[in-house]
């Protein structure tokens, strides 16, 4: 039985940034607070845990004093670098520049339009996912977010609408909220006029170029081990990729989760994983299924 690790699957340059800027810190200091998990994998938490990484949720930032602290590439909303600044916190900044880069689009469309009360701006992302809590944060709170059909009938489609998208997010999945909001606008409207929608395609190419390379790995192998924390969107959406691609695509978040059934007459097997999954665990699973299948035979 072969197996192969994408070399395509891991860390996306942003997760990167922040667990190296992680370890550095801790190589000097061997302690540093977190906010929040610093990547949606329980193992890669555990590994950081055992260097000196404290995770904190954001009632604990209220009680921190003078220290320093990690903002993970989920980035956060304006309020949280309120509470650093009062408490005296110096923040190591590892938020992504994709996500930067769109928190100020949202917080231009939100601020330019505020004083006309117009403007709709949407989110097309998962309700309370961090990078989601702090683009809503960019618009006081204001805007809408939604990530299926039902969660359009909280719009006025008498009112312009201004479309983003979380950036881990699928961009069939983006393209078919804007037509379900475009036909919205026009069952409302009767037509369709330049303004009334202005869909901002703010999908991470590195993540959604995940997509078709994932299709054509998974079309190659007679199983997938899709690995990714529970907690990743990414991960989720990913694996939704592969399993329509590949039914006999398996998701796991460990070793331990691996069912050697799944490799009866296989000859090839892929692993592969989130944006949010380390390098280091996807080998780990490959070599132990290289083992497996050598005792088996």
């Excluded at 942003?14 to 990547?39: H, K, P, R, W």
């Excluded at 005296?88 to 006309?116: G, M, T």
Aim: hydrophobic share 35%.
């Amino acid at each position: 039985m072969k197996v192969t690790v994408d070399r395509g699957s891991g860390f996306c340059f942003g997760v990167t940034y922040a667990i190296e800027m992680a370890e550095y810190e801790l190589d000097q200091t061997g302690s540093l607070y977190c906010l929040v998990d610093i990547v949606h994998n329980n193992m890669e938490i555990e590994r950081l845990k055992s260097k000196g990484l404290i995770i904190i949720n954001h009632e604990d930032l209220k009680r921190l004093y003078n220290c320093k602290l990690l903002i993970r590439a989920h980035g956060e909303p304006p309020s949280t670098y309120q509470v650093a600044t009062c408490n005296n916190i110096e923040l190591i900044d590892a938020s992504c520049p994709v996500v930067l880069k769109l928190q100020n689009r949202v917080k231009s469309s939100f601020e330019n339009e505020e004083h006309h009360g117009q403007v709709q701006v949407v989110i097309y992302g998962q309700e309370g996912h961090a990078e989601v809590n702090g683009l809503v944060g960019q618009t006081n709170g204001k805007a809408i977010v939604v990530m299926n059909e039902d969660d359009l009938d909280a719009l006025d489609y008498a009112k312009p609408i201004h479309l983003f998208s979380q950036t881990t997010k699928s961009t069939s999945g983006f393209f078919k909220m804007q037509r379900m909001i475009e036909k919205r606008i026009l069952q409302f409207k009767g037509s369709l006029e330049e303004g009334d929608l202005v869909a901002n395609d703010t999908l991470c190419r590195q993540v959604s170029n995940r997509e078709p390379h994932l299709r054509k790995f998974a079309t190659a192998q007679d199983v997938i081990v899709f690995v990714s924390g529970k907690k990743s969107s990414n991960g989720k959406a990913l694996f939704g990729v592969c399993k329509e691609t590949n039914p006999r695509s398996y998701f796991v978040s460990n070793l331990e989760e691996v069912n050697p059934e799944w490799f009866l007459e296989a000859e090839t097997v892929g692993i592969c994983g989130a944006t949010s999954t380390p390098m280091w665990l996807m080998e780990e699973i490959a070599t132990q299924l290289r083992l497996l299948k050598a005792e088996v035979s």
